[in-house]
């Protein structure tokens, strides 16, 4: 289909483990953004993208958290270290200006982490 | 701080009743505001944006939002709901700081009822 993508959808790790979540953008989207969203919440933003370069990482929760785009489409989020908290739905979502309000998010279904 | 509130955890209304979800938000100049509703095991779906213009913001599905300055609202509206409106609805605000993010409330859950 046309829409993000994102990989796995279930994510089962150990504590102490790293995982690697992928998304899939929208064919030529500028804009590539990953939101945190624990069981019974919002949204919340970790990190924008603008092509490969990675602008805003400001909502990254530690240092464990690492996110990549290095040919301005596909993007990782990896977690080393898992930790309970970091259990929660990821969502990636592509827009296809860069830094534009007026332009919509497209999300993907997200990736279901779960650390036990 | 910037930021929406959701003051309903959860609106329940009978199928052709009018629904209405309320959001509320606190933001230094301008406005920019967003609703998105989530089904189950799938991403947010977009359904209507006020940027600036008309108050009545017409969406897709049948919904509508109504911006109020002076009540600092953007409560989403429905005429007559569906049993397939059932969902998650979040609402939400373009922060305009540094490259710009979109933050949410907390989700309100909508139960329609045959």
Redesign the interface.
């Known amino acids: 289909g046309a829409g993000v993508s994102q990989s796995p959808r279930y994510k089962v790790a150990k504590r102490g483990q790293d995982v690697a979540l992928r998304c899939d953008p929208i064919s030529g989207h500028v804009s590539l953004f990953w939101y945190q969203q624990a069981l019974g919440q919002g949204p919340e933003f970790l990190t924008y993208f603008q092509n490969e370069a990675q602008l805003d990482k400001s909502g990254l929760p530690s240092d464990r958290f690492f996110a990549e785009r290095p040919e301005g489409s596909v993007s990782t989020l990896k977690i080393q270290r898992t930790q309970q908290e970091d259990s929660a739905v990821y969502l990636c979502a592509s827009s296809l200006a860069a830094g534009v309000v007026y332009n919509e998010q497209f999300f993907g279904p997200g990736t279901r982490l779960t650390v036990l | 701080a910037q930021s929406v509130a959701q003051p309903e955890d959860q609106v329940n209304v009978a199928e052709g009743n009018p629904l209405t979800v309320k959001c509320t938000y606190s933001v230094s100049g301008n406005p920019?505001l967003f609703w998105?509703v989530q089904y189950p095991?799938?991403?947010?779906?977009?359904l209507l944006?006020y940027?600036t213009g008309d108050n009545l913001v017409k969406g897709s599905y049948g919904f509508e939002a109504e911006f109020n300055k002076s009540q600092t609202s953007f409560h989403l509206k429905k005429p007559s709901a569906l049993v397939s409106d059932s969902a998650l609805y979040?609402c939400?605000v373009?922060i305009?700081d540094?490259?710009?993010?979109?933050?949410?409330?907390?989700?309100t859950q909508v139960v329609v009822t045959p």
């Open positions: 920019y998105y095991n799938r991403g947010l779906q977009f944006k940027i979040f939400a373009w305009t540094s490259w710009g993010k979109l933050q949410f409330g907390a989700g």
